[in-house]
């Protein structure tokens, strides 16, 4: 269990570092980019991959990882924005609600036979979703928060899409993560030099933390995993509902933010979709 609550407090950790960035002049664009390289050397560290041996096989694969490599700090930035404009309650269970495209994703392209609880499961995710981008019309014009959190609900879902068919090879899972970790990097330190980016230490500073909260948030999930084999349902259910209750939790309390009532159902409705969602599988 411990492993599963380190993971959830990474996870949250991430959301309050990229909401504060702003307040400490913290680019969000740099803090990201580095962040890919710590979280690839500490793959490295943890996981040992042999780059080098599978190299043929990650080109065989390319057209994963290409979209990962493209869509991962891309969404990244799109949490970032999220998270200061919608919040880190709303933004984490948008995040954590991305699960269910999988799942359609499963029925649609993959041949999966959807039940009729998965079919309820979908429905509560979608009827949430709604609830959770809610805001009165006085509040809408100008802020751009309904659309930042479809950007995370729907970045988030291809990630998990593309990540479960890379996760088809078992053995190539630690390569895998690092190469996309890489290619990450690369691509958007690319894009930053070719911006003409000047650097800042608190940037670099903020990518280095951001880096180890995120591989964290993976490292302690994985073998979260690993100690409940047995029961994987036990460790999506707790992790995506323990997200979205310590992010409201984070949200309310110390930034003070201000959610409607309708925003409260909409978070209620999300953790009863999972629990739904569990129930059936």
Known sequence: MTYLVLSIVCSVAVSILLKISKKHEISI???????????????FVLFRPNLGNNFNVLLSEWQILLPLGILLPSVFIIMGECVNRAGIAKSDAAQRLSLFLPIIAA??????????????????AIISLSALVYKPKSKISGTGAVWTLLGVWLGYGIIDIL???LSKNVAMTATNLCAVFILAAILLFTYLIIRGTQW??????GGIILGCLNFGNIY?????HQAYNNNPTLIFAAMNLGVISLGTITGTVFFK????II????IILAITAIVCLFHTM
């Open 163 to 165: 990540f479960k068919q």
């Open 220 to 224: 302690f999930y994985f073998r979260a």
């Open 263 to 266: 925003n409260i159902m909409g």
């Open 29 to 43: 664009n740099q803090a990201v980019a580095v962040n890919y390289p710590v979280a690839a050397i500490s793959a």
């Open 107 to 124: 029925f649609l392209i993959f041949g999966e036979i959807l039940s009729a609880g998965k079919i309820s499961a979908v429905i509560l």
């Open 257 to 260: 933010e201000k959610i409607n």
């Open 200 to 205: 800042t230490a608190r940037s670099i500073l």
